[in-house]
């Protein structure tokens, strides 16, 4: 299945389903004729709709360096456990929309990201037991200020201002994402990220037994599993699209005043 939340033309929120008319969906700002959102007896059509984040969490786990090859980009060395770093509801972002992002900063990054949502609240998880605990996946841009973030130790500048971490356009049950999903940054329509989900170092039931040690979490909690090599800067009036195989594409725009 494939829930996406929006708000219809009364301004209702809703929760639906995202539906197949031919072949796998098209998740864009343009979905056209693949698929429909349905809700009760009604469908829409995604572009007269407003799409919102698809879960409202509490917080983002986000993971830094769990791609070996971006590690070797940023010059850095693999960590021995997971790198843990939160951001707050206040960094969520919506598929569709423009974002405005910090000013004055010589460099603001993308950061395409599968993204683990949580459906149950939870606390010591084992690995074997974690993805009992996944309600779906979901796409994850985790915009990085990079200026602010080589500045401190706890990235709250560099990482979770406002904007800087859209999620969506949908979250899609764990049948539908393959284990080697691919993970698809374009920006302006050029590719800049191309990975699979094969290549985390830490897999996503290390990931959650991990964190539940030291956090519980809570329904719609997101998991930022981090980022392949490739991450770039952004400039005012790109258009940003993250795929991933199996959920679709967010995409969005940005604004740097």
């Not at 900063?105 to 074997?128: P, W």
């Not at 200020?145 to 971490?165: I, L, S, T």
Request: glycine share 10%; net charge negative; proline share 7%.
């Amino acid at each position: 299945m494939k829930r996406v939340r929006f708000r219809d033309s009364g301004g209702n929120v809703r929760g639906g389903r995202w539906t197949v008319e031919d072949g796998e969906p098209v998740v864009t700002a343009a979905a056209g004729p693949y698929g429909r959102i349905a809700f009760g007896d009604e469908s829409y059509d995604p572009d007269e709709v407003d799409i919102l984040p698809p879960c409202e969490p509490t917080k983002v786990v986000c993971i830094g360096r769990n791609y070996a090859e971006h590690a070797d980009e940023m010059e850095e060395e693999l960590p021995d456990r997971p790198m843990l770093f939160l951001k707050a509801p206040n960094a969520i972002a919506s598929h569709g929309n423009t974002l405005t992002l910090p000013s004055g900063k010589e460099r603001i990054d993308h950061e395409a990201e599968l993204g683990v949502v949580i459906g149950e609240q939870c606390k010591n998880v084992s690995e074997s037991g974690a993805m009992d605990v996944v309600a779906g996946y979901t796409c994850v841009n985790d915009i990085s200020n990079r200026d602010d973030q080589n500045r401190e130790q706890n990235w709250v500048r560099g990482k979770a201002f406002d904007n800087a971490c859209p999620i969506g356009p949908l979250v899609a049950t764990p049948e539908h994402v393959p284990e080697d999903a691919t993970i698809e940054c374009r920006v302006n329509g050029e590719t800049r990220q191309s990975s699979s989900r094969e290549h985390l170092i830490f897999s996503i039931p290390e990931l959650i037994a991990e964190i539940t040690e030291y956090l519980t979490l809570e329904p719609g909690d997101v998991i930022a599993t981090g980022t392949p090599e490739g991450v770039g800067p952004l400039s005012d009036g790109d258009t940003v699209e993250i795929e991933i195989e199996g959920v679709g594409t967010l995409e969005h725009s940005v604004k740097i005043p």
